[in-house]
């Protein structure tokens, strides 16, 4: 580090940004545009995926396209083609048996030649792996994230072996990195300084990292606003979005306004753009280069990303029941 609490970037930059873009209500139609200007202005960002179609029918994400539409395959496939990371966000937009999930796996290997690195868990799934109220250690704080999300730690089942959704171990053997706590903060290291990290707790996924939430338009517009781009810039900081880019980013083939104008200030800062992998495996390195026991989270921290992760979930709640604007 050039001084505490800044990193030498590679290639000299003073910052880095990139995107994990959950793939709800995704369809070509509804994201190629924004892909299209992510691609123009030099930024590679990281898509999830569904791999299969869920035949029984989704309450919530029935317009989602999943890689059984050969247009939104050859999409994904094109996107991989160009630089963009392709991951998991589940088999499907609905719960998986363990079977579904194997054949899901498969499926992402056959087409992209890999298999998922990030595992992204999908809120409507059973089978995920630590999740809702199981994503945190503190009693109190498992009992209040609960209540908000109306889902106990028992609810998610893919990291119990003797469940019908354990998919635990082919989690442990193909996947190096999972997404857990988030923040309202653009600069996630800020947050999450030692990320990624390991969790003895949670010894499925080799390593966690942390984002920053931006759920739809308006929450993204919010957090990449000049004003904390320039923030960003000026801590040396990193930011890892998590948002979904199908959410009323495009509007009839056009992006968002604001968003583009955002994006277009952003891309001419002095900052590294890579796909979530690429920065992840740059901060792992160093971590690795660290003594063993500093690849896991100091106690502190740790505490500390617990109630602020709380703090922030109730905040994001209370803003979305009372603001009407869509970011238009």
């Known amino acids: 580090m050039t001084k505490p609490g800044r990193f030498e970037f590679p ?3 003073n910052f880095a940004f990139t995107i994990v873009d959950d793939t709800d209500v995704a369809t ?3 994201v190629k545009p924004l892909y299209e200007l992510l ?3 030099g930024f590679r960002t990281t898509k999830t995926v569904w791999p299969v179609a869920c035949p029984e029918g989704s309450p919530n994400f029935s317009s989602s396209q999943t890689l059984d539409d050969a247009e939104y395959r050859a999409f994904a496939v094109d996107l991989q083609r160009r630089g963009f990371e392709i991951t998991w966000h589940g088999a499907t937009m609905e719960t998986s048996p363990r079977s579904r999930t194997i054949g899901a796996l498969q499926r992402f290997h056959d087409i992209f030649g ?3 690195r990030i595992h992204v868990n999908h809120a409507f799934n059973r089978e995920n792996v630590y999740w809702g109220a199981g994503r945190l250690d503190s009693p109190i ?3 209040a994230v609960g209540r908000f999300t109306g889902t106990p730690a028992e609810y998610y089942s893919g990291h119990v072996e003797h469940s019908p959704l354990w998919w635990g171990d082919l989690c442990a053997k193909h996947v190096v990195y999972g997404r857990n706590l988030t923040t309202n903060d653009i600069n996630t ?7 990624p990290y390991r969790d003895p707790e949670r010894p499925l996924i080799p390593w966690w990292f942390s984002a920053s939430d931006a759920e739809g338009v308006k929450e993204f517009n919010d957090l990449i606003h000049p004003r904390r781009q320039e923030r960003l810039q000026r801590d040396g900081g990193i930011c890892i979005v998590a948002t979904h880019l199908g959410k009323d980013f495009v509007r009839e083939a056009v992006v968002n306004p604001v968003t583009r104008a955002h994006l277009e200030e952003l ?3 002095p ?7 690429e920065l992840l495996d740059w901060l792992r390195a160093r971590r690795e280069a660290l003594p063993e026991n500093a690849a896991f989270l100091p106690a502190r921290e740790w505490r500390r990303m617990q109630w602020r992760f709380v703090i922030d979930l109730a905040s994001r709640k209370f803003r979305r029941r009372n603001d009407v604007h869509t970011g238009w």
């Open 28 to 30: 070509v139609a509804n």
């Open 189 to 195: 290291a800020g947050f999450n300084p030692s990320m």
């Open 141 to 143: 704080l498992r009992a």
């Open 39 to 41: 691609y123009q202005l």
């Open 114 to 116: 890999v298999y998922p």
């Open 11 to 13: 290639h000299g930059k």
């Open 267 to 269: 891309s001419q800062r």
């Open 271 to 277: 900052g590294w753009f890579p796909t979530a992998g």
